[in-house]
């Protein structure tokens, strides 16, 4: 699955993060974050520490510190967003060229051909819009 619920709390630590970035210099608290998107805290706290690797967030130590953005969520897609992630975007395996296909890759199958047509769809879905667009989305 290419959103599970962990991607699912990404979204939503980033969301808290730009909506409370014009807070305490743009710091954010875990706690914050945890009470504000209905995420344990631990579940925050384990994600920011991944998101932090992957220099999508940037944290600052002490008691006024906290989180906050280093990306642009006005310049980055659901797609960069998942491959800063590190996320296998590939639908099956026979789409990904770092494993073998069964049918060895063969541009006459009709399922793998099927499964790049909806591959190709998934990408451009996944980039059409901008993370500020989707947090900032009104139901």
Known sequence: MIINKEEDYVLRILRS????????????????????????????????????VKNIVE???????????IIDVKKTTLLDLCNLMGKDLYINDCLNPCNLCTNNNNDECGVRKKLQRMQNILFEELARDTLYEIITMIN
């Open 17 to 52: 993060l730009y909506l409370n970035s014009n807070l305490n210099n743009g710091l954010v608290s875990a706690k914050t974050i945890s009470e504000h998107e209905g995420v344990t805290k631990n579940e925050v706290l384990k994600i920011l520490s991944k998101l932090r």
């Open 59 to 69: 944290s600052v130590k002490g008691n006024k510190g906290g989180y906050k953005l």
